[in-house]
């Protein structure tokens, strides 16, 4: 009896050890692993159409996380999403000419906005406004695009000098 006991709490420990290294590795494959939120200051970014971007989703510059999303309205004004963009103390040397894009982390991945520095010598401050933004590229979109209209306009458009007739023909 004591050796189907032992079976029972052997099982029971290695089903609680994997059910723990599933959540160890779920939180290390999000967006909130691997991010300490220390100082932040606050930049505006309005976009068309957010897609499927989250709040606590990453900012990043070249790749390299700089920040997280901190809020996502719709401005009933001008129905377009308005994103606040908590970005940490350490990067205060964003030029304010920035563009703010809504990438997409691999074919089916999660969302993020995507910073492209400027050139300009004047630098982003807190409460500050991206003008330049690119929205959310919508898969079902370009997928339905290809298949109704087979292949991109431009394979099938002729020059115009092809579409005239030569003089005297």
Do not use: C, W
């Not at 976009?47 to 920040?67: D, E, H, M, S, W």
């Not at 990438?103 to 401050?125: E, H, N, R």
């Not at 997928?143 to 579409?163: C, D, F, M, R, T």
Request: glycine content about 10%; hydrophobic content about 40%.
């Amino acid at each position: 009896m004591s050796q189907r006991r032992s079976y029972q709490i052997g099982t029971g420990l290695f089903i609680v050890l994997g059910f723990a290294a599933l959540g160890f590795l779920a939180t290390q494959t999000t967006s909130l692993a691997n991010y300490r939120q220390g100082p932040t200051y606050a930049l505006q970014a309005r976009f068309t159409n957010v897609g499927q971007l989250k709040l606590r989703a990453p900012v990043k510059i070249a790749g390299v996380r700089i920040g997280s999303v901190h809020a996502i309205e719709l401005e009933p004004d001008r129905l377009d999403a308005k994103v606040t963009l908590a970005i940490d103390e350490r990067f205060k040397q964003i030029p304010d000419d920035s563009a703010a894009a809504i990438f997409t982390s691999g074919l089916l991945g999660d969302q993020y906005v995507g910073l492209q520095p400027g050139g300009s010598p004047d630098m982003l401050k807190n409460g500050d406004e991206l003008v330049l933004t690119q929205s959310a590229i919508q898969l079902e979109e370009l997928i339905g695009k290809y298949l109704v209209g087979g292949n991109p306009p431009s394979a099938n458009a002729k020059p115009e000098a092809e579409k005239t007739s030569a003089p005297g023909n």
